[in-house]
Structure formats: structure tokens, C-alpha cells
């Protein structure tokens, strides 16, 4: 009795972020969903620690090379993972390459082995990499998701596509939310003339047909600009277009709250205005930024990966997951290496997930839910 007594008492002390997390890991599957993220969100800090081998480094010997799975049973006993290795023969037909696994040859899985080069963070030199085969030759390293046209291994330009596709996702998306909170907020606090602006501007954007606009705007990228600049551009124009809906949204969440008592109060006793949007408005419906937050970083990553597939966002030699989604854009390079699909797969499980912990984030910080 005392500890339900104990657990009780502190449901009423509790701050608001702590009673946030004890209704959230209830939520199971956004628990889950929140580790899937934390996990690709640590792949992206440091994809090189991740990558096998160089995601640039090309070979044309080793074109289309299909997917090398790690195994753990050899001659139906369990044994240390390991990977078989490939040999690849000239079919007399078509002479095209066709690679078969060589099963009298294996390349065990070590952990944590030495491999090129690169620096940690960004910061730290290094030549450590989570996982590595061993016995594999210079340029003869399993390939986990296979090779593309040019022999460029998979698994390592898939690790290295994800810092560049999360981090627009989430850069973007915290411009434009930062853009439609201000905005929107400006809009329905005041009202009258500002209100009229913005909202004409927010009608103008919303009314110009995207793909038209991406088209116009990928072409005012010079060519001559390097990756970092038109990774900045990319995630700016993402941004610029993707604010209006959730400004729209706080508009009209400040037209029902600033007549309320508690923005009266604050009001009399001489708070200012940007203290009482930002300390008394905009907290009111945190979960509701959370949830157009959290459902927005999926879109843009849909966004920059399809601007990448048809050309008009990253190219190459950035790596991205729609860069990547260019190697399959015809029918016979997915007929021929449908593995080059694989990074899609990837985008469908971030953004599933990041959906689903959306939900979950929205459900427990609603002040309202049971």
C-alpha cells in the first residue's frame, strides 16, 4: 500500500517530460521504432566506421555482383559467421558476367578489424571498422548488398547515403519548423495586416505546382558548385517549401488561444509579447508540433530522394539513398541487379519508423490522453 501510495505521490510532482516518458514506453513499437532510429541515427554520425570498404572506389571486374549474406551453418554444423566468396564466369551466350558462389572459399567475420582509412567524427584518424572479413584480398571484399555497374560496394555507399539523406531530413525540417512557428505564430497573435501577408504568401508557395518548381530551381544550381554547396542548396529549397502547412497550423491554434485567460494574464501583468508565444502559446500545444515535426522528416527524406532519383537534388559524386535509387532507374539494370532496390527498402523502413515514433511522441505528450 505504501509504494502504490509512494508511485502515486509522484504522478503529482512530476515534471512534464517525465510524465511524457512513463506514458511513451508504453507505446511498445515506438519504443522499438526509437532504438531502429537511434541506430540509423548512430550509422549516420559515422557511416565510415560502418562501410567495409571505400563507397568511391570503383572496379569494373567486379560489376553487378550479387549480394555475399553472412551465414553461420557451413556443412549443416553451426560455425563462426562467416561469408562465401564469389567467382565469376563469362556466359558464351550473352557474355555477360554471371557470378556463382564459390563454397570452398570463406571469409570469416571479424569485428572491429583495420581497413582504409578515415577520421572519426570527422576528428579522430582511424582505420577501425565494425565489421571486416578475413583472408579477403585487396579489392576482393565481400560485397553484403552487392555491387553497381562501376564494382562499388553496396553496403558501403548505403551506410555513407544515410548521414547525407537523415541529416537533410533534419536540418530541413528544423528550418521550416522554426520558419512556421515564427511565422504562423506572428500571423495569428496580431492579426489584421501581418495576418493578411503572411497568409497571401502561404497561399502563393501552396499554389505553385512542386515539381515545376524543383525543375526551376534544380537548374539555377550552377554545375560547377560542389557537393557541400548543393547539399546546403537542397536543404534550403526543402525548407523554404515545406513551412506553410504547419504555419498555417499554429496560425490557427494562436487565433483560438490568445484570447484565453491564461494569455490575458500574462498579458495584464506585463509579460512581453514574444514571452507570451513562446513561454505561454506555443508550449499549449507542444504535441501537436511534435507530431507535424516528427511527421515531417519522413517527407523531406521522401523528398530529397526523389529529387536525387530523378536528377534534380544531390548527384553524383555525393551518396545519398535517391543517388543511389539512380542505378535502378531502368528496367534492365533491376532486372538484371535488383539489389541496386535495396536502398529503397531502407527508406521505407525509416520512414515507417519514424512515422510510428511520431505517433508515439504525439500520444504521450498530449497533456489530454488518458
Known amino acids: 500500500m505504501a509504494a502504490k501510495t509512494d508511485a502515486t505521490s509522484q504522478v503529482y510532482v512530476a515534471p512534464a517530460w517525465k510524465m511524457t516518458w512513463w506514458r511513451f514506453r508504453k507505446h511498445k513499437l515506438a519504443v522499438f521504432c526509437l532504438w ?3 541506430l540509423i541515427a548512430l550509422i549516420s554520425i559515422s557511416p565510415q566506421f560502418f562501410a567495409t570498404t571505400d563507397p568511391y572506389a570503383t572496379s569494373a571486374r567486379r560489376a553487378y555482383i550479387p549480394t555475399q549474406f553472412i551465414r553461420v551453418v557451413h556443412d549443416g554444423q553451426l560455425t563462426m559467421p562467416f ?7 563469362r556466359n558464351q551466350r550473352t557474355l555477360r558476367m554471371e557470378w556463382v558462389i564459390d563454397d570452398e572459399v570463406r571469409y570469416p567475420v571479424r569485428f572491429f578489424v583495420r581497413g582504409f582509412e578515415y577520421r572519426f567524427l570527422g576528428l579522430i584518424p582511424t582505420d577501425r571498422h565494425l565489421i571486416g572479413f578475413a ?11 552487392g555491387t553497381d555497374r562501376l564494382g562499388r560496394d553496396q553496403w558501403s555507399r548505403l551506410m555513407y547515403g544515410t548521414q547525407i539523406s537523415m541529416s537533410i531530413g533534419l536540418v530541413a525540417v528544423a528550418l521550416s519548423t522554426l520558419l512556421g512557428i515564427i511565422l504562423g ?21 501552396q499554389a505553385l505546382p512542386p515539381i515545376p518548381v524543383w525543375l526551376a530551381l534544380s537548374a539555377a544550381l550552377p554545375r560547377t558548385w560542389p557537393v557541400t554547396l548543393v547539399y546546403f542548396a537542397i536543404t534550403i529549397i526543402l525548407a523554404l517549401l515545406g513551412w506553410t502547412r504547419l504555419a498555417r497550423e ?3 491554434r494562436f487565433l483560438s488561444l490568445r484570447e484565453e485567460d491564461f494569455v490575458t494574464a500574462a498579458r495584464l501583468v506585463g509579460a512581453s509579447r514574444v ?6 502559446m506555443v508550449p499549449s500545444f507542444t504535441s501537436h508540433i ?3 515535426v516528427t511527421l515531417a522528416i519522413p517527407l523531406m527524406i521522401l523528398n530529397e530522394t526523389f529529387l536525387s532519383f530523378l536528377g534534380l537534388g544531390l548527384r553524383p559524386p555525393a551518396i545519398s539513398w535517391g543517388v543511389m535509387l539512380q ?10 541487379a535488383p539489389w541496386l532496390l535495396l536502398p529503397g527498402a531502407f527508406v521505407i523502413i525509416a520512414v515507417l519508423a519514424l512515422n510510428i515514433l511520431g505517433d508515439g511522441l504525439r500520444d504521450a505528450a498530449d497533456p489530454y490522453a488518458n
Open 36 to 38: 531502429l532510429i537511434g
Open 83 to 89: 561469408v562465401y566468396g564469389v567467382v565469376g564466369e
Open 135 to 145: 583472408g579477403a584480398p585487396p579489392g576482393e571484399t565481400p560485397a553484403l548488398l
Open 185 to 205: 505564430g506572428i500571423s495569428g497573435y496580431f492579426g489584421g495586416l501581418t495576418d493578411n501577408i503572411i497568409q497571401r504568401i502561404i497561399e502563393l508557395l
Open 250 to 252: 499554429v496560425r490557427g
Open 275 to 280: 514571452r507570451i508565444i513562446f513561454s505561454h
Open 290 to 292: 511534435i507530431a507535424a
Open 327 to 336: 542505378e535502378a532507374q531502368n528496367l534492365q539494370s533491376v532486372v538484371n
